[in-house]
């Protein structure tokens, strides 16, 4: 009889999560990178990584055609750890801080506090950008988002799902305000929220000094995909670009955490 498996939410992670140590066969479950999985995913996905590397903890990626239908929040990336199931990169920060394991733990109470509302502004702005280009921008949803999303389903499943998606989207867009930009109206917010980081960075290898945190892995998420992503149109890259210091944390985080070692 297979084992039950535990979906946790943010509060249940820090209840019960550090009673056990961190095994070595997680799974963080996502879309498949080469034919399947979007700009927002991608982002949130190797965010995510980004942070699991950053703390030296061990998992396996996963790929799932349906790992977006998997997730019990409906969102990736989602990681199994042993009978737990967590998705979306705080929740499980949390988790793994139950365990013990904590990027932040130098960080004053006032860091923390301007380390969340950092997250939140590239919460608020470049994910909801990534959603925007996505499916609202008609040439990217018609040259890039549709073929991708439904690679993996039959017809008529590829079109239904697309479309309810879209949708989906479009009503979240609406609540946020975002619905009726104009694409200059969004890389306006981009360009904006690069400022903000980027004076944030100043000349740190961080944004808090020497040692990466979850925002690190959260901003460098974010922006290597979107410098990575070929789109139609790439003004949204050429606008990151436009700031060196977070051109440069994208290439110091890949370097240090993803790239592998040359063997000798």
């Not at 066969?25 to 399947?36: A, F, N, T, W």
């Not at 018609?142 to 799902?161: D, I, M």
């Amino acid at each position: 009889m297979p084992t039950p498996r535990v979906i946790l939410s943010e509060a249940m992670a820090l209840e019960v999560g550090g009673k056990e140590p961190w095994p070595s066969d997680v799974k963080l479950y996502q879309p498949y990178e080469v034919e399947q999985i979007l700009l927002p995913d991608n982002a949130n996905c190797l965010a995510t990584q980004a942070f699991l590397k950053m703390s030296k903890l061990q998992y396996t990626v996963e790929p799932r055609s349906n790992a977006e239908f998997m997730s019990p929040s409906g969102k990736v990336p989602f990681i199994q750890c042993g009978a737990f199931v967590v998705s979306e990169l705080e929740p499980i920060v949390s988790f793994v801080a139950s365990k013990g394991v904590s990027l932040t733990n130098d960080l004053d109470n006032g860091e923390k506090a301007d380390m969340r509302a950092y997250m939140s502004l590239i919460s608020n702005v470049l994910a909801t950008a990534e959603l925007f280009i996505t499916w609202c921008d008609a040439q990217t949803y018609k040259q890039v988002t549709k073929p991708r999303y439904g690679s993996v389903f039959p017809w008529p499943l590829n079109h239904l799902l697309c479309w309810q998606k879209r949708s989906s989207v479009t009503k979240r867009l609406h609540v946020l305000g975002w619905a009726n930009k104009t694409l200059d109206d969004v890389f306006h917010e981009v360009d904006q929220c690069c400022q903000a980081l980027s004076e944030r960075l100043g000349p740190k290898n961080y944004f808090f000094g020497d040692k990466p945190t979850e925002l690190d892995a959260l901003v460098f998420g974010h922006l290597f995909t979107v410098l990575t992503t070929p789109l139609p149109n790439n003004k949204l890259a050429a606008t990151i670009r436009g700031y060196r210091t977070l051109v440069d944390l994208c290439k110091r985080i890949e370097h240090e955490y993803f790239e592998l070692p040359t063997s000798t």
